[in-house]
């Protein structure tokens, strides 16, 4: 993912937890969906929690052990919730719901390690946007939940845009030295 990636992504990501925020407001059917309101809930969701997983894969840019295992770890987790979330409940297969369930719960933990080693590094805007998706993620099935995984990521987009939520500027991976 390229340097430029990260602020679309994040915008994007909080759009569609905004939408989500709405729709929740309807009462969807997540887990049996049979209307049209019940299957956008379900896309949504895995999109946003597939957006979250590629903003938190770029947020691994602190050399620390925290941050470089508990991001690929929630990014890995949010990205196969998101994916299992989909072919679950979108396509029918509820034998993933265990692979789901599994996925959001190292997915939504692995954020703490992340945020408290972005905060130890004097991240901290950093460090707010993962704690606050933590706090957001607990309460998904709300629709302030939901807005509060939109503001952050609209709001972590917005900052990047501006300078002031800036990510390295090669593809390095957070564990492996940069060479130069």
């Known amino acids: ?68 295992r508990g991001g690929a770890a929630a990014a890995f987790g949010l990205g196969a919730a998101g994916i299992a979330n989909l072919v679950e409940d979108g396509l029918g297969f509820k034998s993933l719901g265990f692979v789901y369930v599994g996925a959001i719960l190292v997915g939504t933990f692995a954020l703490i390690p992340l945020g408290v080693g972005l905060a130890r590094a004097k991240a901290r805007l950093f460090a707010a946007a993962v704690l606050l998706t933590f706090a957001g993620l607990i309460l998904t099935s709300t629709w302030y939940g939901n807005l509060i995984l939109a503001g952050t990521w609209v709001s972590a987009g917005l900052l990047h845009l501006a300078g002031a939520f800036p990510l390295a500027r090669d593809d390095t991976p957070a564990d492996q030295p940069k060479t130069v």
């Open 1 to 68: 993912m390229r340097y430029g990636c990260f602020a679309p992504l994040a915008l994007v990501g909080g759009a569609v937890w905004a939408v989500r925020a709405w729709i929740t407001t309807m009462d969807p059917t997540y887990w049996s969906p049979t209307s049209m309101l019940d299957y956008t809930a379900v896309a949504l969701g895995s999109a946003g929690l597939i957006t979250l997983a590629l903003c938190i894969w770029r947020l691994r840019v602190v050399r620390r052990f925290a941050v470089s």
